[in-house]
């Protein structure tokens, strides 16, 4: 079945909490992430919330990644959407869970844009 | 059921191709829809691919919107991340859906961050 995107969706639970509110780690570590899966990045933005959490959302020449914090419940949710065979996604989901220390993590894997592939020419 | 997160994935199909590919018109549509929903407007970032395609993310107080669209297809994929009851994401997906001429589209809405309510407190 052939889809135009990988849409990896991951649930961090029992992070660290301190990390999750530190926006600099937070910034070097979803960077590192995506030059680790082989991404090429292309744009990044990163916010921190009064009186705390944090969103960052660093673009790619294959999609994007994105986190969002909330450091009082200890949980982050964080997206990898790529597309292409040439970059490894799950590099940068083992790499999210260890930095951010997460004790409890899920993950859903979700294909966008399955097309009609006599229409697409994908098939 | 709480969760912190409401995530709307948004499947675009036979989509308007020119606007897919027109990042002036893309970027003020999602800046229309994060507006429309009610959202508070915090960053931006948008790609032109070559030779075509566009990403855009839209930073909001209440997380983010982004759109990666591919022309030749006919396809858009885009994403609703909200958190809070002040915001109404469905405004975002009936402009999103209208503005790019889609004909054939369907959503899965995914509830992100659902705690232990016992320990969260969100209960």
């Known amino acids: 079945m052939n889809a135009l995107g990988k849409h990896l969706l991951l649930e961090l639970q029992d992070c660290d909490k301190e990390v999750l509110n530190d926006i600099s780690f937070l910034r070097n570590t979803l960077l590192a992430a995506a030059r680790e899966c082989g991404a090429t990045i292309l744009g990044e933005s990163f916010h921190q919330y009064s009186p ?67 229409q697409s020419g994908l098939g």
Chains 1, 2 share one sequence.
């Not at 969103?55 to 997206?79: K, M, N, Q, R």
């Not at 989901?93 to 966008?112: A, Q, Y």
């Open 52 to 118: 705390q959490g944090i969103s960052g959302i660093v673009i790619i020449a294959e999609s994007h990644l994105f986190i969002h914090t909330w450091p009082e419940y200890g949980y982050a949710a964080a997206d990898i959407f790529t597309c292409g065979d040439s970059v490894q996604p799950e590099r940068a989901v083992e790499i999210l869970t260890r930095e951010l220390g997460s004790k409890n993590h899920s993950m859903v894997e979700i294909r966008r844009g399955i097309l009609d592939t006599q």
